[in-house]
């Protein structure tokens, strides 16, 4: 008999809900994709309806079951994967968010990351959580909703109030408020986590003033941590059973077992991380330690070089310049120029994070002549994902000793042929693109697949087929002459918020 069962992920990122039906085969055999609000209050602020979030996400997953005539019976499990760090805290009793979701990029609490640098904490934190202090994590995020809505730290002590990253609110929602969990690679994300002992930092709760109470519980990245519930999901109990953070879930979707491996996800930012094992990497260079996933009772770590802005430069060209409609035309107008006419676009919209970690810098457009046209700057804001790569890598090689042969890539922007090009030209390494690009939702599903014994590890360690082979080709001088241009145009947009008005 033909086998009808399949492994549904969730892939709540940053500007879209998606929901991604895979058969046996790890194939996609069904998608559904939903883009939600983003809202900006002020500048340097990014929120999201918590509410939408849920809304568009249990969308997607009606709309890709109906769509694939699909019964939720023939789900064998749920896997989630997230935006990280992005915050939310409700109330336990009525599951009502207290406040809009902080988004990952919002830069409001940059302040009180001054103070705690100021105070001397940086090295306890880093060796605690692995962690820069930064404005991106999910603790000043708490703190800042418990310090800025009326009675919230005193009704958090009481018990009343639950904190979770969008896993735990998905979790928390399918299962109508009976699972309050998240897994270690988004509690590593939070500024809060031990990723030594494994267990929240009472030291770190209490500097921030944020109630164990309202902690969820950390499990690891794949097991049966609830049911959906049968008013969800037309009168099914689904296993959701497996959860990680989207970056984490791409390093597996990409079949990173081994230490030493890599890959990069060019989606809203660009996110590289490197396996190191069952050994957590310091990194004098920037980069973040944080965990890869927890699995079969052990713990993996990677190191990890996070870039805020990377597609959403080019939803800014759609949406804020209005150079094109959609985001797949970036290449087509890239392609009608030679080269940038030496224009550089340092998209620092939100600050710059690793290796240069400057809450305080911000976008600019650098050597501008009248010459210039617009596909000159919709050309340089393409290679800003390629630099901004090739700075991470750069690091990464240092502090790991490992010298790499290959880049894996995936996510969003990785269809743009131009971009890959340029990214092998620029780093001097070929560029590998999967024949499944979804691999963020794909890893969801094999964490998932694997708690429920839909695949074994064997299985998916064979699956992942490379579609196109990117080579350098660009000579070495020009790729240095290029790549100098970049970094000075970098230091000039270093601090320009600190030091305004
Ligand atoms: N062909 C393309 N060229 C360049 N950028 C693209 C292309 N297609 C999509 N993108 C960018 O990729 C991002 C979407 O990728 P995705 O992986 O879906 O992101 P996320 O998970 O962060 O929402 C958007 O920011 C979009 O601007
Ligand atoms: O929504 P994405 O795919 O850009 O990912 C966001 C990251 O998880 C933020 O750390």
Same mark, same amino acid.
């Given at each position: 008999?033909?086998?009808?069962t399949?492994i549904?992920?969730? /892939?709540?990122?940053?500007?879209?809900?998606?929901?991604?039906?895979?058969?046996?085969?790890?194939?996609?055999?069904?998608?559904?994709?939903?883009?939600?609000?983003?809202?900006?209050?002020?500048?340097?602020?990014?929120?999201?309806?918590?509410?939408?979030?849920?809304?568009?996400?249990?969308?997607?997953?009606?709309?890709?079951?109906?769509?694939?005539?699909?019964?939720? #019976?023939?789900v064998a499990a749920i896997g *989630?994967?997230? #935006?990280?760090?992005?915050?939310?805290?409700?109330?336990?009793? @009525?599951?009502?968010? *207290?406040?809009?979701?902080?988004?990952?990029?919002?830069?409001?609490?940059? $302040? =009180?990351?001054? #103070?705690?640098?100021?105070?001397?904490?940086?090295?306890?934190?880093?060796?605690?959580?692995?962690?820069?202090?930064?404005?991106?994590?999910?603790?000043?995020?708490?703190?800042?909703?418990?310090?800025?809505?009326?009675?919230?730290?005193?009704?958090?002590?009481?018990?009343?109030?639950?904190? !979770?990253?969008?896993?735990?609110?998905?979790?928390?929602?399918?299962?109508?408020?009976?699972?309050?969990?998240?897994?270690?690679?988004?509690?590593?994300?939070?500024?809060?986590? %031990? =990723?030594?002992?494994?267990?929240?930092?009472?030291?770190?709760?209490?500097?921030? +003033?944020?109630?164990?109470?309202?902690?969820?519980?950390?499990?690891?990245?794949s097991e049966v941590?609830?049911?959906?519930?049968?008013?969800?999901?037309?009168?099914?109990?689904i296993p959701i059973a497996g *959860?990680?953070?989207?970056?984490?879930?791409?390093?597996? !979707?990409? @079949?990173?077992?081994?230490?030493?491996?890599?890959? %990069?996800?060019?989606?809203? !930012?660009?996110?590289?991380?490197? %396996?190191?094992?069952?050994?957590?990497?310091?990194?004098?260079?920037?980069?973040?330690? @944080?965990?890869?996933?927890?699995? /079969?009772?052990?713990? @993996?770590?990677?190191?990890? +070089?996070?870039?805020? *802005?990377? !597609?959403?430069?080019?939803?800014?060209?759609?949406?804020?310049?209005?150079?094109?409609?959609?985001?797949?035309?970036?290449?087509?107008?890239?392609?009608?120029?030679?080269?940038?006419?030496?224009?550089?676009?340092?998209?620092?919209?939100?600050?710059?994070?690793?290796?240069?970690? /400057?809450?305080?810098?911000?976008?600019?457009?650098?050597?501008?002549?009248?010459?210039?046209?617009?596909?000159?700057?919709?050309?340089?804001?393409?290679?800003?994902?390629?630099?901004?790569?090739?700075?991470?890598?750069?690091?990464?090689?240092?502090?790991?000793?490992?010298?790499?042969?290959?880049?894996?890539?995936? +996510?969003?922007?990785?269809?743009? %042929?131009?971009?890959?090009?340029? #990214?092998? $030209?620029?780093?001097?390494?070929?560029?590998?693109?999967?024949?499944?690009?979804?691999?963020?939702?794909?890893?969801?599903a094999?964490l998932a697949g694997l708690a429920v014994g839909f695949w074994?590890?064997?299985?998916?360690?064979?699956?992942?087929?490379?579609?196109?082979?990117?080579?350098?080709?660009?000579?070495?001088?020009?790729?240095?002459?290029?790549?100098?241009?970049?970094?000075?145009?970098?230091?000039?947009?270093?601090?320009?918020?600190?030091?305004?008005?």
């Amino acid at each position: 008999m033909e086998d009808k069962t399949f492994i549904l992920a969730f /892939d709540q990122g940053t500007t879209s809900s998606r929901a991604i039906l895979f058969d046996r085969a790890g194939r996609i055999h069904s998608i559904a994709q939903k883009e939600f609000t983003q809202i900006y209050p002020k500048p340097g602020w990014v929120e999201h309806d918590p509410m939408e979030i849920w809304g568009t996400q249990s969308g997607v997953a009606r709309e890709v079951l109906e769509k694939a005539a699909v019964s939720p #019976q023939q789900v064998a499990a749920i896997g *989630i994967t997230n #935006q990280r760090e992005t915050t939310v805290v409700w109330e336990r009793a @009525t599951g009502k968010p *207290i406040y809009n979701a902080i988004v990952w990029q919002d830069r409001r609490t940059a $302040d =009180i990351c001054d #103070q705690l640098k100021a105070d001397g904490y940086a090295d306890a934190i880093r060796e605690k959580t692995g962690l820069v202090i930064d404005a991106y994590f999910s603790g000043t995020k708490i703190k800042w909703i418990l310090d800025h809505v009326e009675g919230a730290r005193d009704r958090a002590e009481r018990g009343e109030l639950l904190f !979770g990253t969008i896993d735990t609110w998905l979790v928390w929602n399918l299962t109508r408020g009976k699972v309050h969990v998240t897994d270690y690679t988004n509690a590593s994300r939070t500024m809060l986590f %031990n =990723i030594h002992t494994l267990d929240w930092d009472d030291e770190l709760l209490h500097l921030l +003033g944020i109630p164990r109470a309202m902690l969820p519980e950390v499990r690891s990245s794949s097991e049966v941590y609830g049911h959906t519930d049968e008013h969800t999901f037309g009168g099914a109990n689904i296993p959701i059973a497996g *959860i990680a953070g989207d970056q984490q879930a791409a390093l597996f !979707g990409q @079949t990173c077992f081994e230490p030493g491996m890599v890959k %990069n996800t060019y989606g809203t !930012g660009c996110f590289m991380l490197m %396996n190191t094992g069952e050994k957590p990497v310091a990194s004098p260079s920037g980069l973040l330690t @944080t965990i890869a996933w927890g699995l /079969d009772g052990k713990v @993996t770590y990677a190191l990890e +070089g996070s870039v805020f *802005i990377a !597609g959403a430069a080019i939803q800014w060209l759609r949406d804020g310049l209005r150079f094109f409609d959609a985001a797949a035309d970036s290449e087509y107008f890239a392609s009608k120029v030679e080269d940038t006419g030496g224009v550089y676009v340092v998209p620092a919209f939100a600050g710059l994070g690793a290796p240069y970690w /400057d809450m305080y810098a911000r976008g600019a457009i650098f050597g501008l002549t009248r010459g210039t046209r617009k596909e000159h700057i919709i050309r340089a804001t393409l290679e800003s994902l390629a630099y901004q790569t090739k700075d991470i890598l750069d690091a990464m090689q240092r502090d790991s000793g490992i010298e790499l042969k290959s880049l894996r890539v995936d +996510g969003g922007a990785v269809a743009n %042929n131009l971009l890959m090009q340029f #990214q092998a $030209d620029i780093l001097g390494v070929p560029v590998e693109r999967p024949r499944i690009t979804e691999s963020t939702a794909l890893g969801a599903a094999y964490l998932a697949g694997l708690a429920v014994g839909f695949w074994s590890k064997e299985e998916i360690a064979q699956s992942v087929e490379v579609e196109r082979r990117f080579e350098p080709q660009m000579d070495a001088e020009t790729r240095a002459r290029l790549y100098r241009g970049w970094q000075r145009a970098v230091e000039r947009t270093m601090g320009w918020a600190e030091e305004g008005d």
